[in-house]
């Protein structure tokens, strides 16, 4: 009976954990729209912030991206050469890539490299009390520091999103033609015989959604940092696991949410 009750406590703490920080996540956003009544922050802050989690990011996603497109057909590869069915190669390619990889493993990675880098930050202001000193010069943290991350992260990773998808596709189109033969020129008009602009548009939808929960999920975190500097490490652990589950729950949400309105 004592280790039933312990076991049953023990879940009880762990879902009311969660529910907390679900709870502290929303009045991050809540504060942030807030924010944005009326647009005022920080102009020189939000353009380093572009240029840091996007400018910076794009050779890791450029190589990323490429590698997934030609890793789907390679893995395809089997299956096209013994049924001869090489139409399937970029129609399977191109919604693959626009409705799932492209915003998934762009948004989980952006979230390891970015989001990670962002609750650290405002983990190590929050410890070291500079949060605080701006509060004492009547400076909003809010306006200053989590608006600009807030909408360069968003913005950011829907062009990496789109740039991400573009290279995949240029993966999969040279090892199609070097592996299974189907020429670039082929592979490009299969992409634009089968129409995937519902998928893209899906895609991106996907991407400026999961941009707005690594943002606030990572400001979150590292605004509610306590422990010195073993909480930072805690909190950016915490980020990037609360992004990554995110990231696939809203994933679920969206698709279910199209299908059954008829997107798709």
Known sequence: MKALELIF???????LKICEEIGGIFIVLSRIIAAFFPPRFDGRETWRNLYKVGVKSYPIVIMTAFFVGAIMVIQSGHFVKKTGATEVVP???GFAVFAEFGPVLIGLMFSGRVGANNAAELGTMKVTEQIDALRALAINPMQYLVVPRFFSMIVMLVLLTVIGDAF???????VSDTLLGVSMKSFLYGILKFNFMKDFILGLVKAFVFGVSIS??????GLSVTGGAPGVG????ASVVAAALGIFALDYIILYMATLFGYY
Request: glycine fraction near 12%; charge should be positive.
């Open 91 to 93: 129609y399977a390619s």
């Open 216 to 221: 606030v999920i990572s400001c979150h975190f």
């Open 234 to 237: 805690r909190a950016v652990n």
């Open 168 to 174: 995949a596709l240029l993966g999969a189109a040279i």
């Open 9 to 15: 406590g023990r879940i009880g703490e762990v879902f």
